[in-house]
T-cell receptor, first 111, second 116 residues
Framework: DAKTTQPPSMDCAEGRAANLPCNHS???????VYWYRQIHSQGPQYIIH???NNETNEMASLIITEDRKSSTLILPHATLRDTAVYYC????????????FGKGITLSVRP | EAGVTQFPSHSVIEKGQTVTLRCDPI?????LYWYRRVMGKEIKFLLH????????ESGMPNNRFLAERTGGTYSTLKVQPAELEDSGVYFC??????????????FGSGTQLSVL
């Protein structure tokens, strides 16, 4: 699976959009981009995934650049409960592969 | 619908003792995964069951760790004998289908293991 690079941390104000970047410059054509998060004292939680089109669900939006070398997870109206470590994971589908977690980015939402 | 449940939530044992962690996946989920995070490190994959069969156990650190899933329902992870470096949080996850189909994993809250 391709490697991802995320900044170690960022913060945003409550109620504002949180834009979390992820670089995956070595991604190949059959690799999907997944986002999970881990809120303190809980297990990781699935957020969203995509291949090349932008995706949106009830939690977030995923914007993937046209060359697929980077993506941005957008939390449209961040709340204090969104404070967590967010993991950007690239993995091949069609293979019986496991999820490989990196260091992630720590998002702190301030009041 | 109940989520993935893990028991106990915390366990404190002494070096050399045995500990057994339990995971109950979401009902109907054939795929069950164990992960762990040791202090200051990233979350690491341990193994993957499909029903009662071990599909991938490449992440198991050594033979002190034994995972079972008799009957293809709940799973146990036994550490015997426990060492100091085994301390960490052990997560269980389940999914209805394999990750090959873009399935998402549902994680439990984890078991915090402290070996003294």
């Amino acid at each position: 699976d391709a490697k991802t690079t995320q900044p170690p941390s960022m913060d945003c104000a409550e109620g504002r959009a949180a834009n979390l970047p992820c670089n995956h410059s070595t991604i190949s054509g059959n690799e999907y981009v997944y986002w999970y998060r881990q809120i303190h004292s809980q297990g990781p939680q699935y957020i969203i995934h995509g291949l090349k089109n932008n995706e949106t669900n009830e939690m977030a939006s995923l914007i993937i650049t046209e060359d697929r070398k980077s993506s941005t997870l957008i939390l449209p109206h961040a709340t204090l409960r969104d404070t967590a470590v967010y993991y950007c994971i690239v993995r091949v589908t069609g293979a019986n592969s496991k999820l490989t977690f990196g260091k992630g980015i720590t998002l702190s939402v301030r009041p | 619908e109940a989520g993935v449940t893990q028991f106990p939530s915390h366990s404190v044992i002494e070096k050399g003792q045995t500990v057994t962690l339990r995971c109950d996946p979401i009902s109907g989920h054939d795929n069950l995964y164990w992960y762990r995070r040791v202090m200051g490190k990233e979350i690491k994959f341990l193994l993957h069951f499909v029903k009662e069969s071990k599909q991938d156990e490449s992440g198991m650190p050594n033979n002190r760790f034994l995972a079972e899933r008799t009957g293809g329902t709940y799973s146990t992870l036994k550490v015997q004998p426990a060492e100091l470096e085994d301390s960490g949080v052990y997560f269980c996850a389940s999914s209805q289908f394999t990750l090959a189909t873009n399935e998402k994993l549902f994680f439990g809250s984890g078991t915090q293991l402290s070996v003294l």
